[in-house]
């Protein structure tokens, strides 16, 4: 059983930053990442951690901008991301499964909203 907390949303302006944070509790073998939910859109896998080789993927849309970001030790997750745009609106969910990367998992947090606008 896992337990995932986010914190960090709120709103920014275009090309800002933010980070997001993701509290881990409990324990298994999965991918974890992140997956955004923008109104009347589909859910996007934004980015997740592999759980059998720890290598990263982002989606296209995110690339070069968001950085995922894994401490063991403290059992934190993070997402940060820069230059900011208002399509990356959206709730924000820290989660945990098989294919994250596809929007799909096992575990979600609550969810955060991340706004961005002028």
């Known amino acids: 059983q896992v337990q995932l907390v986010e914190s960090g949303g709120g709103s920014v302006q275009p090309g800002g930053s933010m980070r997001l944070s993701c509290t881990i509790r409990?324990?298994?073998?999965?991918?974890i990442g992140w997956i955004r939910q923008a109104p009347g859109k589909q859910r996007e896998g934004v980015s997740c951690?592999?759980?059998?080789?720890?290598?990263?993927y982002y989606s296209d849309s995110v690339v070069g901008r968001f950085t995922i970001i894994r401490d063991n030790n403290e059992r934190m997750l993070y997402l940060q991301m820069n230059s900011l745009q208002p399509e990356d609106t959206a709730v924000y969910y820290c989660?945990?499964?098989?294919?994250?990367?596809?929007?799909?998992?096992?575990?979600w947090g609550q969810g955060t909203q991340v706004t961005v606008s002028s």
């Open positions: 989660a945990a499964g098989k294919n994250v990367g596809r929007a799909s998992a096992d575990y």
């Open positions: 409990g324990s298994g073998y999965y991918s």
């Open positions: 951690i592999a759980a059998a080789n720890d290598n990263t």
